[in-house]
């Protein structure tokens, strides 16, 4: 019996780890015209609280990295749920480009083209112009 409580607890201290590494994708081609282009992604969370997040968006341009700080100490949204950032690319011309963006939190809506989001309105999720 003692060995089967480690050999569970090995398996589940690798799949935690596994999924701290894991990162989420998302890929877009936006239409042919101007616009905004937006994505929701909730905060990385770790001991029940928000950390910061980074994102890596890869589009007509070199890849870049923008790093989210979390909510300050003293925020209510530190340890809420659903709490987190909204992303909003411009998209400046009249092609189809493919959009690529990398995230260790969690993408919840998008990316799109077309009227933000309703997170751009919550208390807990702040805008982001990349």
Not at 13 to 25: E, G, K, N, R
Not at 50 to 59: D, K, L, M, R
Not at 80 to 106: E, Y
Request: hydrophobic fraction near 35%; charged fraction near 15%; aromatic fraction near 6%.
């Amino acid at each position: 019996m003692r060995k089967n409580l480690h050999t569970g607890l090995l398996i589940l201290v690798m799949i935690v780890s596994a999924t701290a590494l894991w990162a989420a994708t998302a890929t877009y081609t936006p239409p042919p015209e101007t616009g905004h282009i937006w994505t929701v992604i909730n905060y990385r969370m770790q001991g029940g609280k928000n950390q910061p997040t980074s994102v890596n968006v890869t589009w007509d341009r070199p890849r870049r990295t923008i790093l989210v700080p979390g909510p300050s100490y003293a925020s209510p949204c530190q340890r809420s749920t659903p709490a987190g950032f909204v992303l909003r690319l411009r998209h400046s011309s009249s092609d189809s480009v493919p959009l690529t963006i990398t995230t260790n939190g969690t993408i919840v809506r998008g990316p799109y083209q077309g009227e933000a989001p309703p997170e751009t309105i919550h208390a807990c999720y702040k805008l982001v112009k990349g």
